[in-house]
């Protein structure tokens, strides 16, 4: 039985062999698609599924590749952020530095520009710390502006850094002028952001956005500099005094550089 099989089996492949030689020789027959058509399938279903697979292949290699370039982007991104900050920071330094030149060049008291170095971190004494001290001819009293104003006096002077008494502090009093009326009282800090102007008459005619200028007749402060501006005007019933309250001029807690001016 089985040698009628096997030959069978090569019966079978010879009759094959016959007739793919036969149709090399005389062209396409659709007899010949019979008996390779099993192949054919195979041979598609192969070539479907290296195509699919290259398919897989090239997608993952694009997303791969897409996914380097929006980091490399994102990087750069970044990059032109941390660039235009730096840049933005320069520029406002540069607008400071040329502000203070100016002040340094109008005023004839100018002792030394000194950057702050430290805050009091309580906000119970508004105090602030210089990078300048004796070294620098800075003694006590001298006083703490920038180009928009007055900011303090100093108060103690080590040899290389001194501490400056803010307006804020309820130590401290400048003598002030309302600008157009010139009438006098003292700014004196309440340990807060604003300040009051004391010693001004209840008669005198005071207006929210009056400017307030120091007078000079503390004998510290220079004449003629800007304080702020008055925002509140009170008149108590039984006193003789205006209460006032000023805004400064300069945000005491964005200076960053200040200039010291003798008496």
């Not at 970044?78 to 330094?93: G, N, P, V």
């Not at 309250?245 to 960053?256: C, I, N, P, Y």
């Amino acid at each position: 039985m089985l040698k009628k099989k096997l030959f069978l089996f090569a019966l079978f492949l010879l009759l094959v062999f016959a007739l793919i030689s036969y149709q090399s020789i005389k062209g396409k027959s659709h007899f010949i698609d019979f008996p390779i058509y099993p192949l054919r399938l195979l041979e598609q279903a192969s070539s479907a599924v290296t195509k699919k697979i290259n398919n897989i292949i090239n997608t993952y290699i694009l997303i791969i590749g897409k996914e380097a370039e929006n980091k490399r982007l994102l990087r750069e991104i970044e990059d032109h952020k941390a660039e235009k900050s730096r840049f933005s920071e320069l520029e406002r330094e540069n607008e400071r530095l040329r502000n203070i030149l100016k002040l340094k060049s109008a005023k004839r008291t100018y002792i030394a520009t000194a950057d702050v170095i430290a805050r009091d971190p309580t906000n119970w004494f508004q105090t602030f710390w210089i990078n300048k001290g004796k070294s620098s001819g800075i003694s006590k009293d001298m006083v703490a502006v920038t180009p928009t104003g007055p900011v303090g006096k100093v108060n103690r002077v080590f040899e290389e850094e001194s501490s400056i008494t803010l307006l804020t502090d309820v130590n401290s009093s400048v003598a002030g002028r309302l600008q157009s009326s010139r009438i006098e009282g003292v700014l004196e800090g309440r340990g807060g952001e604003l300040c009051l102007l004391k010693y001004v008459s209840k008669e005198a005619d005071v207006k929210p956005g009056d400017r307030i200028i120091t007078s000079g007749l503390d004998g510290i402060y220079p004449k003629g500099l800007l304080l702020g501006y008055v925002t509140n005007i009170k008149k108590e019933e039984g006193e003789m005094f205006q209460v006032i309250e000023v805004s400064l001029a300069q945000d005491l807690f964005r200076v960053e550089e200040v200039t010291i001016l003798k008496k």
